[in-house]
């Protein structure tokens, strides 16, 4: 698909590329595609390609990189750009749902007319797209949830939300990686850690990956987080 967009100057080293008003799966991958292509140019003076929802942020170095040869570089890859599969990372990750681990999973059935346990198992019967990082280190935007499961953010964000806390809002799905105060419906808990610095210099979660969630129980749910407090992260499952 050839990728339309609008260019600006977010500063002296910096360019977006906005690709309109609306995201999908398929945009996403052409977009991944694209920050991808442009990692292999080989341009000296490029330093980072940041993607987002509908859009490209590219940051380099003006002094080794002519804004000019990078816009033209930008303007042939987004024309060949592919809504392919790109090489990505299969997560399943263990989830406890209901009770203190997801306070807000009896409005969000009630919300939806539905029982909790119909609530559990479409949210864990879908795989999830990583579409991008944002708000805090290591958050990802998991899409696209069930149609029966979408409601808008709660009325009165929380101050403080666990890290781990598996919460859905629109369309999307995510888990907090750090305690921070946010304003989704919490459904469930994870004890698998997803930003750590002490550990990693990289989120667990990156975009492009997809991400399925295994209902546990809440003893299981405890037992891997004392793994996960020393180190255990699960093995991707496959990679596409």
Do not use: N
């Not at 595609?33 to 003006?62: C, F, M, N, R, W």
């Not at 090489?87 to 306070?103: H, K, M």
């Amino acid at each position: 698909m050839r990728l339309s967009f609008t260019l600006f100057d977010c500063a002296e080293s910096a360019l977006s590329l906005d690709f309109g008003p609306h995201y999908s799966k398929s945009l996403s991958l052409a977009i991944l595609d694209a920050s991808g292509q442009l990692a292999k140019a080989g341009l000296p003076g490029l330093k980072e390609s940041i993607p987002a929802l509908s859009s490209l942020t590219v940051l380099y170095d003006p002094l080794q990189l002519p804004k000019e040869r990078l816009i033209t570089e930008i303007e042939a890859i987004c024309g060949a750009a592919q809504a392919a599969a790109i090489s990505s990372r299969t997560w399943e990750l263990p989830v406890v749902y209901g009770g203190e681990a997801g306070p807000d999973l009896g409005e969000v059935a009630a919300r939806a007319g539905i029982s909790e346990d119909q609530i559990v198992a479409l949210h864990a019967a879908q795989t999830y797209h990583v579409y991008m990082l944002g708000f805090a280190p290591g958050f990802a935007y998991l899409g696209d949830l069930p149609q029966a499961l979408r409601l808008p953010r709660r009325a009165a964000p929380r101050a403080r939300i666990p890290a781990g806390s598996v919460a859905i809002a629109s369309d999307m799905t995510a888990i907090y990686p750090l305690e921070s105060p946010g304003g989704w419906h919490l459904i469930g808990f994870t004890p698998v850690v997803l930003w750590d610095m002490a550990r990693r210099d990289q989120p667990l979660l990156e975009p492009g990956d997809q991400v399925r969630f295994k209902p546990v129980s809440k003893e299981e749910a405890e037992f891997l987080r004392h793994r996960a407090a020393d180190g255990w992260v699960p093995a991707p499952l496959e990679a596409a």
